[in-house]
């Protein structure tokens, strides 16, 4: 371990019967998409690979990501709106912004290269899906992943 103890760092679980960290901020390319949010709680789940946000976070992300790539638009993939795109995803490395995350003082980053994902699309491997970004719906007593 680098840095030895003092490397590490100490987090409270916040969620009942699963991992939860409270979430301060989520940004996509420097722009704050949860501003009109309140306490936020990022649940973690090493079984399941989606970021799964508000529809109001989710809209503002792909509107931002709409000023530089207007390929960019959701889908409805199982059930779920997904971020998806009319390009291959390479083609997206470069031209999207990061997703960042305040995670109880931690800031997590992950590049494009991170949450797109090129898979068949409508029989087309030309285009690029992220069905790591989904929006869920807030105010039920359960989430579906």
């Keep these: 371990m680098q840095g030895g103890e003092s490397g590490l760092n100490y987090y409270n ?3 009942i019967g699963k991992w939860g960290l409270m979430m301060d901020e989520m940004t996509y390319n420097n722009v704050d998409v949860s ?11 090493s079984g399941n690979s ?16 709409r000023k530089n790539e207007k390929s960019v638009y959701s889908d409805l993939f199982n ?4 971020l998806a795109a009319r390009k291959s995803c390479k083609d997206l490395y470069d031209v999207l912004g990061p ?11 992950i590049r494009p290269k991170g949450y797109l994902l090129n898979k068949p699309f409508v029989n087309d491997t030309r285009y690029c899906r992220g069905p790591h970004i989904i929006y869920v719906s807030i105010g039920s007593n359960h989430v579906k992943p």
Excluded: C, V, W
């Design 79 to 82: 059930g779920q709106q997904i």
């Design 13 to 15: 679980n916040l969620g």
């Design 50 to 65: 989606t970021i799964q946000i508000p529809l109001s976070m989710y809209t503002k992300m792909i509107s931002e990501m």
């Design 99 to 109: 997703i960042e995350f305040d995670l109880q003082g931690t800031r997590i980053l």
């Design 35 to 45: 501003k009109d949010h309140h306490a936020m709680m990022a649940l973690l789940d």
